[in-house]
């Protein structure tokens, strides 16, 4: 069974500094990996998609990177901002059947 | 952006009540998905569709039952609600292809008293 982890589970900082949160995965036998982002109550944005084949992906000041063989993965923010403040969820889908498996999430908290 | 509506929002409703939480997508998707979230947990996978006539149930049991008539419409349906249900329930879809993208509805967060 797949295990997602992410760490750290909360995170506080200055405006202006850059985010790197991680996430691990126990089975290297994915399909893709997504991040997400979750505002308090709503539900899921998609933010970032890596293929199993790609090493990594970016939109605007995010950028995602894929180390499938140690199973791990990083999401690096650049120049946080207040709006950023969020929890953010990374995923794996498996290769057999496309299910996607969550880790717990990193909250994100930029102090203006 | 995504086009995928869940309705209700929110549903406050008393025990034993039976309800139908409606997801819609407009993306001609086959794939769709429900999950549970608890308050500041981890999203489990309930039941899951790869086209018409098709359901399956996900990594976390559920007193819950879907369908699939229609391609773009997945409802979940609770036949007795009990406080235990109290949860929010997110749908999401993904399409055909290689990408295989999942895009997530807004959620319904249901409280049963």
């Known amino acids: 069974k797949q295990e997602v982890t992410q760490i750290p589970a909360a995170l506080s900082v200055p405006e202006g500094e850059n985010l790197v949160l991680n996430c691990s995965f126990t089975?290297?036998?994915?399909?893709?990996l997504q991040w997400f982002r979750q505002d308090p109550g709503k539900g899921l944005t998609s933010l970032l998609l890596i293929q199993s084949s790609q090493r990594e992906q970016t939109s605007g000041r995010l950028n995602a990177s894929l180390d499938k063989s140690s199973g791990r993965s990083t999401l690096y923010i650049a120049a946080s901002q207040p709006g950023d403040s969020a929890t953010y969820l990374c995923a794996v889908s498996s290769l057999n059947d496309y299910k996607l498996s969550f880790g717990a999430g990193t909250t994100v908290t930029v102090r203006a | 952006e995504a086009d995928i509506y869940q309705t209700p929002r929110y549903l406050v409703i008393g025990t034993g009540k039976k309800i139908t939480l409606e997801c819609s997508q407009t993306m001609g998707h086959d794939k769709m998905y429900w999950y549970q979230q608890d308050p500041g947990m981890e999203l489990h996978l309930i039941h899951y569709s790869y086209g018409v006539n098709s359901t399956e149930k996900g990594d976390l049991s559920s007193e819950s039952t879907v369908s699939r008539i229609r391609t773009e419409h997945f409802p979940l349906t609770l036949e007795s609600a009990r406080p235990s249900h109290t949860s929010q329930y997110l749908c999401?879809?993904?399409?055909?292809?290689?990408?295989?993208?999942?895009?997530f509805g807004p959620g319904t967060r249901l409280t049963v008293l």
């Open positions: 089975d290297s036998a994915i399909y893709n």
């Open positions: 999401a879809s993904s399409g055909t292809g290689f990408i295989n993208e999942q895009f």
